[in-house]
């Protein structure tokens, strides 16, 4: 059960983790994001003068946000009121007073946050509707040295309160620029200081955050805990919890449509709840990873209770996030040498878990799940990566000077499925990820995917190339190179095929040799698993190849033979006519070699002998001719390379201009 593994998470993190129960409850904060340096800007209000001292602190990951206890922002629409934010706009304008409404007046929080209000905010007085948040905004005229909009100014022009208060702040940053030279990409934190005291130490403030975030959900309802069993004080209340358990914002989901009754659905005692918290937190800090663009949490599962030492507690927070993280960089092969072995024999926990992969998509503070991969054993883990070592290997030993280009892991096979991106009316994104989600899902549980579905997506990922399509995943490249990058990409997909045989999601097929052909293409042949008709489209293909080389070097510098390419599809009929056009142009161009002659001979002769009982799709005859297209392309690029390093060249010509 998945809220069982969660709360596991959360007894481990709160057994070894050190600090207090909100201190494990911080997030994670970054030392650099897009190569910049962050920062924390400590804002330290004197009580007795108008007098904001600013102190620049930078960020030390796994200190900072424990010793501020950044617990991220108020959940959703909630009264913004946290000490320590990331967005300067709340510390500017409803931070305060929101913390003066929680807050018991006999606190030193509470006088403290009065006093400041009162010294450094205007109140504008707007007491209706959802503007009444930003009835007080922080007095921009008070900062010693401030040569920006006057606040008067900023109260008087036509905008909503929400937009005055964004002039504020971007005023207020303006002149944190001039006086501290630091910009806003510098900067991952605010902290609201009190006369030298960060706001969030106050220990009312604690109290009340712990109270918020967990003990007022428990006064009412008692009932047995969905996650332990235990008859105790029970809450179904999940809202404050960044992942979607289930739907508790829709009454129409509610136990007998009464919004009361979302307990029994799901219900949680204070100490499995407060467990998830904590297990949501570490699972962010430590088991987020990446899959191309898209953006996941592994989460690991025992199979019986964890019997873990502090030290065996942290080999396992490391074993979590290498298991996936070693699949996504195997296409380093030459550099993970030393590493294979060791990945293959350290698998100390193996026997113990199981991974859950959940794949999310992040909007604004709701955490939206787009699939979750369930009980993958680690030794499936190990099968892949084996699988991708293997097939690497093999590109390798026919394609060495470009083997780096074309080997695979868990990250490049994201972009080998092309996903058209972009903005739809409701502004989510609008990224194709179920179609890629149920593909990877198919990899982890060893299922069988469709080879229709396959050549379909490889055709795309073709045509974004040959037509230079923009607002994919895919990145078509240089337009004047596009043949090359499309020959690449299809011998790419074509190990893909390997891997996924190996791995069990397509079927294997039983290798066939070729009469006729020199021992390079035949192995190629047999090593992806081509049948009969496959093979003649494989070899009417790489003759293809032969006259695109011979119209690129006659000063045409283009291949008109690729216009005869429908990627749509093209029938057996067209095939046929394709391959007469081919045998033309090989004598046009003088290419009708005796090796060229004699592969002529063998695919025609494949060819006439299958038409008959035609099998393969449309779609298939495109994507076997374009096979065999990208292998001799391949093949010359290969041999240029290794010609121009002054290595061996075989029997390869090497034409094509690079």
């Known amino acids: 059960m998945m809220l069982a593994a969660i709360r596991d998470i959360g007894n481990l993190a709160n057994k070894f983790s050190r600090g207090t129960f909100l201190e494990n409850l911080t997030i994670e904060l970054p030392d650099e994001i897009e190569g910049k340096k962050q920062h924390v800007v400590l804002l330290d209000f004197s009580t007795e003068k108008p007098f904001l001292q600013i102190k620049i602190a930078e960020v030390t990951p796994g200190l900072t946000e424990k010793e501020y206890l950044w617990i991220g922002n108020a959940d959703g629409n909630s009264p913004q009121w946290y000490l320590t934010t990331n967005n300067l706009a709340f510390v500017l304008s409803q931070t305060l007073p929101n913390i003066i409404n929680i807050m018991h007046e006999d606190t030193l929080l509470y006088q403290k946050a009065k006093q400041v209000l009162q010294i450094y905010f205007f109140d504008t007085n707007v007491t209706v509707g959802a503007e009444q948040r930003y009835r007080y905004v922080f007095n921009l005229d008070l900062l010693v040295g401030y040569e920006g909009d006057k606040l008067a100014d900023i109260l008087a022009l036509p905008k909503n309160q929400k937009k005055k208060v964004e002039v504020i702040e971007k005023n207020f940053k303006k002149w944190l ?312 990409a299809g011998l790419k997909v074509n190990y893909l095929n390997c891997f996924l045989k190996k791995v069990g999601v397509l079927k294997m097929t039983e290798p066939i040799e070729v009469e006729g052909l020199r021992k390079d293409e035949n192995e190629f042949i047999k090593s992806m698993g081509y049948n009969i008709q496959q093979a003649s489209l494989f070899l009417l293909g790489y003759l293809m190849a032969e006259v695109a080389n011979a119209q690129y070097n006659s000063n045409l510098n283009s291949k008109p033979i690729l216009n005869k390419i429908v990627y749509q599809g093209m029938s057996s009929r067209r095939v046929v006519a394709l391959a007469n056009e081919v045998f033309n142009k090989l004598r046009q161009y003088k290419r009708l070699d005796i090796n060229n002659e004699k592969y002529f001979s063998v695919m025609k002769q494949l060819l006439d002998h299958e038409l008959a009982n035609w099998t393969l799709s449309d779609k298939e005859n495109v994507f076997y001719l374009l096979s065999g297209y990208s292998y001799l392309t391949g093949k010359v690029i290969n041999a240029g390379i290794q010609k121009e390093k002054g290595g061996k060249d075989g029997n390869e010509r090497v034409d094509q201009k690079q």
């Open 177 to 488: 620029k001039q006086n501290y030279s630091i910009s806003g990409k510098e900067i991952c934190l605010y902290v609201i200081l009190f006369d030298g005291m960060a706001g969030a130490r106050f220990s009312e403030y604690m109290q009340k955050v712990e109270e918020i975030k967990v003990g007022e959900l428990f006064d009412k309802k008692r009932g047995i805990c969905t996650v332990c069993g235990k008859e105790e004080l029970i809450t179904g209340n999940t809202s404050r919890m960044k992942f979607k358990y289930y739907i508790t914002d829709k009454v129409g989901f509610a136990s007998n449509l009464n919004k009361e009754a979302f307990h029994k659905h799901y219900s949680f005692c204070q100490e499995c709840y407060k467990s998830v918290l904590l297990a949501e937190t570490f699972i962010r800090n430590n088991f987020s990873s990446r899959l191309g663009k898209l953006d996941l949490y592994i989460i690991p599962g025992f199979l019986k209770s964890p019997l873990l030492t502090s030290t065996r507690f942290y080999n396992w927070v490391k074993y979590v996030p290498d298991s996936l993280n070693f699949l996504k960089g195997l296409s380093a092969i030459n550099e993970l040498e030393g590493q294979i072995d060791e990945y293959i024999k350290n698998r100390e926990f193996d026997n113990e878990l199981i991974f859950n992969l959940l794949f999310y998509q992040r909007n604004k503070a709701e955490l939206k799940i787009l699939k979750m991969v369930k009980d993958v054993p680690p030794t499936r883990f190990r099968e892949i990566a084996l699988a991708f070592l293997e097939v690497n290997r093999s590109s390798n030993k026919v394609f060495p000077a470009i083997s780096s280009q074309l080997a695979l892991d868990l990250n490049r096979i994201y972009y080998l499925i092309p996903l058209q991106q972009g903005e739809n009316k409701q502004g989510e994104n609008k990224h194709e990820y179920r179609k890629f989600l149920t593909f990877i899902e198919a990899i982890f549980e060893g299922r069988r995917v469709q080879p229709a579905f396959l050549i379909k997506q490889y055709l795309e990922l073709f045509k974004v190339y040959a037509f230079s399509k923009e607002n994919f995943n895919v990145e078509p490249g240089d337009s004047r190179f596009w043949d090359i990058e499309m020959a690449k």
